[in-house]
Nanobody, 124 residues
């Protein structure tokens, strides 16, 4: 069992930056692929970024590529999402997710554990 708690959300103006953190409990974090998703009001949950168990591989959704970076610190059981050059379209609830597999994945169904989400609001 893995429990995930996101933090770091908030309100920022367009062009600004935020760093989200996701703290995981459980011994399996260091061998779990991790993902970030987001959901805006009235829209489906969208893939944002993913990282494999060691941090050696990452993958990003087209809408955030070049602006967002995900990383992890297995000693701290934490995965991060650095968000730069934020746009109003980035406004959403951001969720981190874990899967019982070392590799990264981009589909929601491949993740077994989810955090409660953290709100990110970008104003123009």
């Amino acid at each position: 069992q893995v429990q995930l708690v996101e933090s770091g959300g908030g309100s920022v103006q367009a062009g600004g930056s935020l760093r989200l953190s996701c703290l995981a409990s459980g011994r399996t974090f260091s061998v779990s692929g991790m993902g970030w998703f987001r959901q805006a009001p009235g829209k489906e949950r969208e893939f944002v970024a993913a990282i494999n168990w060691s941090g050696s591989a990452t993958y990003y959704g087209d809408s955030v590529k070049g602006r967002f970076t995900t990383s992890r610190d297995n000693a701290k059981n934490t995965v991060y999402l650095q968000m730069n050059s934020l746009k109003p379209d980035d406004t959403a609830v951001y969720y981190c997710a874990a899967r019982p597999n070392r590799n990264l994945a981009i589909m929601r169904d491949e993740y077994s554990y989810w955090g409660q989400g953290t709100q990110v609001t970008v104003s123009s």
